[in-house]
């Protein structure tokens, strides 16, 4: 390439310097933003990109970066690379370094795995970081993807009257010519979010009752609470609304050898069990629920 004056070497360097910059950039940015469903829900930005605005970008730095290193490498220090590692290998200087640097990689990868000091603390400080955009209870969508649903279907799974959500929409002029657009489609076209959407026709939802006395089956938790977001609520939380006293919950869970905390996420104490935050559910409210052998 040089001898056309074009710099084969400068070029490679800068292009893989460049895809380095921006795909560190970027993995700053993924490390800070929030959770997907937060993302979609509240239309986050962050210099007016999405999240799959940022995440693309990554994408694509990072395969820049790689070809460019490998081309780099093969063109200009394939050789000389190669040399060198077996001369120094061969001579005993790098053997130390290979083995610790080999270990140090290892750690990583099952550290990042199973969650050993101090990867799994670097990892949950990730998530406190994610976590920190809810400020409140609106940042939540009542389920995941809930932006992807059409209106009438939202309207429906949420219990909400569809002809007032419809007029409740349109007298404060968001435009959409269907209740068959998702809830993206209509905020997007209004310059909006999913998250105020919800919020204009919340007033419309009727909460699924929990009448005490009755009989549930496992059929009926399921069909009244599956994608209702629960597995995102504390115990205690959950109890509140289905107004079942706590300690009677836990007792009957400790039956089942199943512990949650009172401020513990459902999802994570049952994924620490092997169960659903659903099965939490049918223990508590459906008599004489057992959970499947294994």
Request: charged residues 25%; proline residues 3%; aromatic residues 12%.
């Amino acid at each position: 390439m040089e001898k056309w004056g074009f710099h084969g070497r400068g070029f490679f360097s800068l292009l893989s310097f460049g895809g380095f910059l921006v795909l560190s950039i970027t993995g700053i940015v993924l490390f800070i933003m929030p959770p997907g469903r937060i993302a979609y829900w509240t239309d986050w930005r962050f210099l007016g990109l999405t999240k799959d605005h940022w995440g693309s970008i990554h994408i694509c730095s990072g395969v820049v970066f790689i070809v460019a290193g490998i081309l780099h490498t093969f063109y200009y220090n394939w050789k000389p690379l190669i040399n060198y590692i077996v001369k120094k290998i061969s001579g005993r200087r790098l053997r130390a370094e290979l083995a610790i640097s080999s270990i140090i990689i290892l750690f990583v990868i099952v550290g990042a795995i199973y969650g050993i000091p101090p990867l799994g603390p670097f990892l949950d400080f990730n998530e406190y970081v994610k976590s920190s955009w809810v400020i409140s209870k609106e940042y939540e969508p009542p389920f995941g993807h809930a932006e992807d649903l059409s209106l009438k279907v939202f309207a429906k799974k949420m219990n909400i009257d569809l002809d007032k959500a419809v007029a409740e929409l349109k007298s404060r002029g968001i435009a959409f010519e269907s209740d068959r657009e998702t809830l993206e489609e209509i905020a997007k076209r209004n310059k909006t979010s999913a998250m105020r959407l919800y919020a204009m026709i919340k007033k419309y939802e009727q909460q699924t009752q929990i009448v005490k006395g009755q009989t549930y089956t496992p059929e009926m938790i399921e069909e009244q609470f599956a994608g209702m977001g629960l597995g995102r609520k504390t115990l205690e939380d959950m109890c509140a609304a289905i107004e079942v006293d706590v300690t009677q919950a836990k007792e009957k869970l400790a039956k089942q050898n199943i512990s949650v905390k009172e401020d513990e996420a459902l999802k994570k104490a049952a994924d620490r069990h092997g169960i659903t935050a659903l099965d939490i559910m049918k223990i508590i409210l459906v008599k004489d629920f057992s959970l499947p052998t294994k």
